[in-house]
C-alpha cells in the first residue's frame, strides 16, 4: 500500500513537475508571443511615421528646385512669360512648404528645420523679385550667385530634417535592440528550468525565434545606419516569420525613399546632371584630393549661344528639351572620371580631374565638337544645332578658393562670347602652361 502511495506520489511530483515546465514553456511562448507581436506594431508605426514624414520633404525638394530654375530664367530673361512662370512655381512652392510643416513629426527640430528653410526660401523670393527689373548682367549675375547660396541654405536645411528622420530611426534600432535581449534573457532563463524534458523546445525556441529576432535586429541596423536591409531566406510562415518579412519590406521601402532623396538633392530634375549644391561638394572634394597630392584639374563652365534664340522661336518647352539632350551629348563626350553639373539655367559646368594644358584644351574641343556636330529634335518637329562658349579654367593656377575658379572660368567664358561664341577660351594659368 506504501508502495503504491509512493509510486502514486512519484507519477504525481512527476507529472506536476511535467506541469509546471510545460505551464512555464506556455507562459514563456504567450509572454514572446505578445511582445513580439507588440515589437512588430511599435516597429511598423515608427517606419510608416517616418516613411510619411519624408513623403513631403520629398516632393518639397521638388518644388523647390523648379522654382529655383525658374526664378534664374525670370531673373535672365524678365518676360511676363517667365514672370508667369515663376509666380505659378512659387505657388506650388508654398504650397509644399506649407504641406510640409503640417504634416507629423516625432521630433521638433525637423519641424524648425523645414520652417527655417521656408524663411530662407521666401528671401529668396523676395531677391527674384526685387532684381527682376535689373537690366545690367552683372547686377543680375550677382544676384543669381546670392540667391544660389540662399538655396543651397534651404537645400541644406531640408536635407538636415532628413537626417533627423534617420535618427529616429537608429532610436528606433537601440529600443528594439534592448527589447530583443530582455526577451532573449526571459527564454533563456525559463528554459534553463525545464531543460531536463524540454530539449526539442528548446531547440524549437532558438530556431523560431531567436534567429528571426537577430534578422529583425539586423535589418533595422541597417535602416539606421543608411545601409540596403538584409534579405532573409527560408522564413516560415508564422508570426516570426511574417514580422521578418514585414519588417524587411519596411526597411527596404525607407531605403529606396532614402536614396531616392539623397538622389533628388543632389541632382537636376531637368537634365538629370549634379546640380549647383552637388558641384560645389564635388570641387571641394577634388581641391582637397589635389592639395593633398599635389596634383592639379581643370574646370569649365558653358553655356548655349543660342538658347534664347531657340525658347523665344519655339517656346520654352523646347528650350527644356535642348537642355535634355544637351546633357546627354556631353555626358557622351566626357571620360567616365570627369562629372558634368547644371550650373543654373543653360549652363553648365565639367570638372576634369588631374587634367591641365594642351589635355584640358583637348577635352573642351572634344565637348564642344560633340556639340556641334549633331542636331537636337525639338517638340513640333523642328531641328536645331546647338552652338556653345566654353571657359576653361585650372587650378591651382594661383588661385586660393573654389570661387577664384569658377571666376576665372567665367571670366574665360565672356571671352569666348566676345570672340565669336562657340569657341573656347582659357585663363591666363592656362594660357602660360600652354605657350
Sequence with gaps: MDSKANKRTVRVMVSAALAAMLALLLLLSG???????????????????????????????????????????????GTDHERSRYAEDSAKTIAAFESALHAPYEDNEEKALVRRAFIKWKVVHNLTLSHSTDKDPAVKLKYMRKIDSQI???????LGALDRAQ?????????????WRMVTVFIIFISILALVSTIFLWNW???????????LAKSVKAVGVDERPIETEGLSDDEMGRLVRSVNDMAGRVYANANEL?????????????????????????VVRCQRYKRAFSFILLDVDNFKEINDTYGHPAGDEA???????????????DKAARYGGDEIAVILPETEGVEAL??????RMGVATQHVLLPGGGI???????????????????RDLIEASDGALYDAKRNGRNTVCMDTWLKKSIS
Design 384 to 402: 536645331e544645332s546647338l552652338k556653345i562658349s566654353l571657359g576653361l579654367a585650372g587650378y591651382p593656377g594661383g588661385k586660393d578658393t573654389i
Design 262 to 286: 539623397k538622389d533628388m538633392a543632389e541632382h537636376d530634375e531637368l537634365t538629370g546632371l549634379y546640380n549647383h549644391r552637388a558641384l560645389l561638394r564635388l570641387l571641394d572634394e577634388e
Design 167 to 179: 535618427y529616429e530611426m537608429a532610436e528606433m534600432e537601440s529600443s528594439t535592440s534592448m527589447l
Design 205 to 215: 525556441l532558438v530556431k523560431g525565434i531567436t534567429g528571426p529576432l537577430e534578422d
Design 323 to 337: 537642355m535634355k539632350q544637351l546633357a546627354i551629348m556631353i555626358k557622351d563626350s566626357i571620360r567616365e572620371v
Design 31 to 77: 509572454v514572446s508571443m505578445y511582445t513580439l507581436t507588440n515589437m512588430r506594431e511599435t516597429i511598423e508605426e515608427v517606419v510608416e511615421e517616418t516613411t510619411e514624414e519624408g513623403q513631403p520633404l520629398l516632393n518639397l525638394l521638388h518644388t523647390v528646385q523648379r522654382s529655383d530654375l525658374s526664378g534664374h530664367d525670370f531673373l535672365a530673361y
Design 362 to 367: 583637348a577635352m573642351a574641343e572634344r565637348i
Design 152 to 158: 543651397e541654405e534651404v537645400g541644406q536645411a531640408l
